[in-house]
């Protein structure tokens, strides 16, 4: 019975959006792959084991590819369109990671790689496929202003979350430009995520972003997964009101995730601001810090204020 109930539950999720659910199939299979990689290849690319990029967009890339046929499936309205756009962007997450793969076997780097013409066609058609995901991420990302769900907090989650990813998402094309050094003394590479230095280079643990200058990849993590985070500090925000009858108000809940969605936004900011001086993310300094402190002290506030407002109103349950 228990696993008629999971193989039901698998083909409404596959039905979902049928080539993005199995965009996800495909990155569990290559998240296996990678994982493997990680044990038995020893080789590092600009210092952090070879299979470690991969792996974080198999993950990644799954997140995105399940998250975005969830929301399609529910559109009201622009659902036809949507659904092609979600087929295009299948395809184009597909050539993404199959490229960073095949660039991680042959040991060499996938993104900015323009030291032969081999490397140079990989990089147009990543740089393609980067581009047709935003365009069609965009328009999709509109649509999900018709949508409604089950909560006015989760609505708003949702919505704000996919513009907070678009801007996460936008970072990355502050990478694809030249860098100083690459201007004056060419080396086969045009671009980079980390500022002030060569990629490569001290990182945090598993995550790899640098530790001894900025790296632009901090801030696209951080606002590209804004649409998986606000949602779920919605659902969370709804499961407490279960418990607690004055945080189960629609308005508090509303006013809970608007406050956390300001912050991830101005902290995607601020994180973007702190690559581009080349600060690293585990050594702010100066206005950033001061801005840091700010952010996360308004925040707080902020928070404390909405909980102290909704105890104090008349309880009225969410159904």
Same mark, same amino acid.
């Given at each position: 019975?228990?696993?008629?109930?999971?193989?039901?539950?698998?083909?409404?999720?596959?039905?979902?959006?049928?080539?993005?659910?199995?965009?996800?199939?495909?990155?569990?299979?290559?998240?296996?792959?990678?994982?493997?990689?990680?044990?038995?290849?020893?080789?590092?690319?600009?210092?952090?084991?070879?299979?470690?990029?991969?792996?974080?967009?198999?993950?990644?890339?799954?997140?995105?590819?399940?998250?975005?046929?969830?929301?399609?499936?529910?559109?009201?309205?622009?659902?036809?369109?949507?659904?092609?756009?979600?087929?295009?962007?299948?395809?184009?997450?597909?050539?993404?990671?199959?490229?960073?793969?095949?660039?991680?076997?042959?040991?060499?780097?996938?993104?900015?790689?323009?030291?032969?013409?081999?490397?140079?066609?990989?990089?147009?058609?990543?740089?393609?496929?980067?581009?047709?995901?935003?365009?069609?991420?965009?328009?999709?990302?509109?649509?999900?202003?018709?949508?409604?769900?089950?909560?006015?907090?989760?609505?708003?989650?949702?919505?704000?979350?996919?513009?907070?990813?678009?801007?996460?998402?936008?970072?990355?094309?502050?990478?694809?430009?030249?860098?100083?050094?690459?201007?004056?003394?060419?080396?086969?590479?045009?671009?980079?995520?980390?500022?002030?230095?060569?990629?490569?280079?001290?990182?945090?643990?598993?995550?790899?972003?640098?530790?001894?200058?900025?790296?632009?990849?901090?801030?696209?993590?951080?606002?590209?997964?804004?649409?998986?985070?606000?949602?779920? !500090?919605?659902? +969370?925000? $709804? #499961? *407490?009101?279960?418990?607690?009858?004055? =945080?189960?108000? &629609?308005? /508090?809940? %509303?006013?809970?995730?608007?406050?956390?969605?300001?912050?991830?936004?101005?902290?995607?900011?601020?994180?973007?601001?702190?690559?581009?001086?080349?600060?690293?993310?585990?050594?702010?300094?100066?206005?950033?810090?001061?801005?840091?402190? !700010?952010?996360? +002290?308004? $925040? #707080? *506030?902020?928070?404390?204020?909405?909980? =102290?407002?909704? &105890?104090? /109103?008349? %309880?009225?349950?969410?159904?």
């Amino acid at each position: 019975m228990i696993a008629t109930r999971r193989i039901a539950a698998v083909r409404r999720a596959v039905a979902w959006h049928p080539a993005l659910m199995a965009v996800a199939g495909l990155m569990l299979a290559s998240t296996a792959v990678c994982l493997v990689g990680l044990v038995v290849d020893p080789r590092t690319i600009l210092g952090a084991p070879a299979w470690m990029k991969p792996l974080k967009f198999s993950l990644s890339i799954l997140l995105y590819a399940v998250t975005w046929a969830w929301l399609i499936a529910l559109l009201p309205r622009w659902q036809t369109l949507a659904r092609r756009l979600g087929t295009v962007v299948a395809v184009a997450l597909v050539v993404e990671q199959v490229l960073i793969v095949w660039a991680a076997a042959t040991g060499t780097t996938s993104h900015f790689n323009v030291s032969n013409s081999v490397h140079v066609v990989v990089w147009a058609v990543m740089a393609t496929a980067i581009t047709t995901l935003y365009l069609c991420t965009f328009v999709t990302s509109i649509a999900l202003f018709f949508l409604r769900l089950p909560t006015p907090a989760l609505t708003v989650a949702v919505r704000a979350g996919a513009v907070i990813a678009l801007g996460g998402i936008g970072v990355a094309f502050l990478m694809t430009g030249p860098t100083p050094t690459q201007l004056t003394a060419p080396d086969g590479i045009v671009g980079a995520h980390t500022v002030g230095i060569a990629d490569g280079g001290p990182g945090v643990p598993l995550l790899g972003w640098s530790t001894v200058g900025g790296d632009y990849r901090v801030a696209h993590f951080v606002g590209m997964h804004a649409l998986q985070v606000l949602p779920l !500090v919605a659902l +969370l925000v $709804a #499961a *407490a009101g279960r418990d607690l009858p004055w =945080l189960a108000q &629609r308005t /508090a809940q %509303v006013r809970i995730v608007a406050v956390v969605a300001v912050a991830w936004a101005a902290g995607t900011v601020l994180l973007t601001v702190q690559a581009a001086v080349g600060q690293s993310v585990v050594h702010p300094a100066g206005a950033v810090a001061t801005a840091g402190w !700010v952010l996360v +002290l308004l $925040a #707080a *506030a902020a928070s404390a204020a909405v909980l =102290l407002r909704a &105890r104090r /109103a008349p %309880v009225a349950r969410l159904r």
